[in-house]
């Protein structure tokens, strides 16, 4: 049998021996290969906290000991330590998360896989310890050098380093890459600390010289331990770390368990917050990873685990695709559209971009909030910028979309990938807020296009607005074919027109295709359906209102939570017009979407075409048989 199969929690490793840990560390690595390449998952991020991980659970007690990790992406190791080694299911329905889960374990804590809120989750669980008396209780934060670029990680650093009574063990796990290498002042910052022998390694190497020396000795060494700043400075920069107030230790070489854990351990000596620097490589022991200069297999599909090779190498034409291929073009006719990602230029489609326009694309660093602020900017200072993004990562601008983009009525494209259920990326990776949250920005226009064509087309009228903000947002998907429209009413596109029409079906996005089946479906039953495809989802177009009237209902079907959504604002548009029909808001439940295939998911929340078909028939057999007419937009669904 081998260490790990031996290993069913923390305890099992702290009772290891010292000269068994290299050996569990190669034993996980090659867990971790084979297993990812059979299912996809983050592949490079885990491979790079292998000895870290190991350190940390024979150093501290989870669960007493709170161990935490920013974005979580990061914690197959910690999940493999701690009693979860089945792996064959991971990101799938009823396998284990891709992230921390407090349902699986008690040893997790943070679910959430938006980056740089670990540090203030610490930040409250330390200040509980505090005030509870839980004086023997750590908490341990691991952040990764990106998501230490994100505003939220220095809101939190400014709160702990003031505490200095306050026990607080920070980890960075400094691998120098986001996807990409890490941008930015403080990546810069990093790299003077990673390449600088600490002043702690300076002290240890002289500390028998010094105290050898007779009488001066050791008073000598304990002046130089306890020298201030500008002494320490001297020999080692300690960084602004130690400027913020915060014990500094490192860099660690985040590879070695026993230096791991020495420094660990002096770090949960030291009464008050104290950051140790550890320095990891991102895909370490596994070539391919190693080799990839984009991001170091930071996600991986299925794949070959020898070679690195994808084994379901994507068919088709992805939307990101499609964005980035216009967004070139764009860029030829229009030298004042510039871009900016968040620390993801590859996986929201800019490489182009930036390959063809270097200077007028920007990588801000995991954040978003500073690129929608900096796109107000861009914006005012006469530029069109687009700002490219996962629909679920734009959640934390809101703000700033609000008060700083549309207040000013700023020409700024906000371009929102893995917009919709993504699925196996678990809850918070669902892009099903954007067009709720965003129904309220005075201004912003919503475009949800069908496919290929009306995205390149509805791009092109988004970055033509100079005066207010635009949205245009996709699923992660590959793209289908066109749908053609038939007719086009106001703004919007007739994809089928019913002789004798019972239903308008208004078909939000890529949820086209579910509603024209939907509407065939009907049509067998002899009821006739208008489907149509508003195009600009914000504002609801006026002649919607006209439209509907010749109709017994509406129905809107949208990949989107039905909360304050597209269905909620055509029914209010209809309110508004005083045209009385029920309207059908066919969206995702008001609830957090456990990890599955993004199919899986659809169809459990009924948005297929058979359940589309059967809500509908179920409101017209109410109105027909006299039943109390279903109001306008109340949520038949539990
Ligand atoms: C708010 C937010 N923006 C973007 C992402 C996408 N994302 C996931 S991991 C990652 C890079 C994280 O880099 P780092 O913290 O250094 O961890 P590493 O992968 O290097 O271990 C990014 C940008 C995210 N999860 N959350
Ligand atoms: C952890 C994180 O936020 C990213 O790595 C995300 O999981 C990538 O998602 P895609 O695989 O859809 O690009
Ligand atoms: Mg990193």
């Excluded at 910690?78 to 329905?93: A, M, P």
């Excluded at 129905?555 to 959504?565: H, L």
Aim: charged content about 25%; some cysteine.
């Amino acid at each position: 049998m081998s260490l790990l199969e031996n290993i069913r929690g923390p305890r099992d490793v702290k009772a290891l021996a010292a000269e068994e840990l290299d050996e569990l560390a190669e034993e996980i690595r090659h867990f971790l290969i084979h297993a990812v390449a059979r299912t996809g998952g983050h592949l490079g991020p885990n491979l790079g906290v292998v000895e870290l991980t190991i350190a940390l659970h024979r150093t501290f007690d989870s669960p007493s000991d709170r161990i935490l990790w920013d974005t979580g992406h990061q914690s197959y190791v910690h999940k493999l330590l701690t009693g979860r080694q089945d792996f064959s299911k991971l990101r799938s329905k009823g396998g284990l998360s891709g992230y921390p889960s407090r349902e699986e374990s008690e040893h997790d804590v943070i679910e959430n896989s938006h980056a740089s809120t670990v540090l203030g989750w610490a930040d409250g669980l330390a200040k509980a310890n505090q005030v509870l008396g839980h004086w023997n209780r750590h908490v341990v934060a691991v952040i990764g050098d990106g998501a230490l670029t994100g505003g939220m990680a220095w809101e939190a650093l400014n709160n702990i380093a003031a505490a200095k009574d306050r026990q607080l063990i920070i980890v960075v796990n400094d691998n120098e890459r986001s996807y990409a290498p890490t941008i930015g002042g403080l990546a810069n910052h990093l790299a003077t600390l990673r390449t600088t022998d600490g002043y702690e390694r300076f002290l240890a190497r002289s500390k028998d010289a010094v105290q050898r020396l007779p009488l001066l000795g050791k008073p000598l060494y304990e002046s130089l331990h306890g020298a201030k700043k500008g002494f320490k400075d001297a020999f080692a920069p300690q960084g602004m770390f130690e400027d913020l107030g915060l014990k500094y230790v490192g860099p660690i070489d985040g590879h070695d368990v026993a230096a791991v854990e020495s420094a660990l351990r002096r770090a949960k000596r030291f009464h008050g917050p104290v950051l140790v620097h550890c320095r990891t490589e991102k895909g370490r022991g596994y070539k391919p990873a190693l080799d990839d200069d984009a991001d170091r297999f930071h996600t991986v599909g299925v794949m070959n685990s020898l070679t690195g090779e994808p084994l379901t190498p994507s068919t088709g034409t992805s939307w990101t695709s499609v964005f980035g291929d216009e967004m070139v073009r764009i860029g030829a006719e229009r030298p004042d559209v510039v871009a900016l990602t968040a620390a993801m230029l590859h996986p929201v489609g800019l490489t182009k971009f930036a390959e063809a326009y270097p200077e007028r694309v920007w990588d801000v660093g995991i954040a978003e909030q500073h690129a929608a602020v900096s796109a107000a900017g861009l914006a005012t200072g006469g530029l069109h910028p687009v700002f490219a993004v996962y629909a679920t990562f734009l959640n934390r601008a809101f703000d700033q979309v609000l008060m700083d983009v549309a207040l000013h009525k700023c020409g700024v494209t906000f371009v929102l990938d893995r917009a919709g259920v993504t699925g196996t990326d678990g809850p918070s990776h669902n892009g099903m807020w954007d067009m709720s949250i965003l129904q309220v920005v005075p201004g912003l226009r919503i475009a949800a296009p069908r496919d290929a064509t009306r995205l390149r087309a509805q791009l092109r009228e988004a970055v033509d607005v100079s005066d207010a903000p635009t949205v245009v947002r996709f699923p992660k998907a590959t793209v289908g074919e066109d749908v053609p429209a038939v007719d086009r009413v106001g703004g919007m596109d007739v994809l089928v027109r019913a002789d004798e029409p019972d239903v308008l079906l208004v078909a939000v996005g890529t949820m086209a295709e579910a509603a024209l089946e939907a509407a065939s479906l009907l049509r067998a039953r002899g009821t006739g359906c208008t489907v149509v495809d508003p195009c600009w989802v914000k504002p609801v177009d006026p002649e919607l209102p006209r439209l509907a009237a010749g109709h017994r209902m509406v129905a809107v079907v949208e990949d989107n939570s039905r909360t304050g959504g597209v269905g909620w604002a055509v029914a209010q548009a209809l309110r508004d017009a005083d045209v009385d029909l029920p309207v059908e808001a066919m969206g995702i439940p008001e609830q957090f979407l456990p990890h599955a295939k993004r199919g899986e998911v659809l169809a459990d929340l009924g948005l297929t075409p058979a359940e589309i078909a059967g809500r509908i028939s179920a409101v017209l057999a109410r109105r027909k048989g006299g039943g109390a007419a279903v109001p306008a937009c109340e949520e038949n669904h539990a």
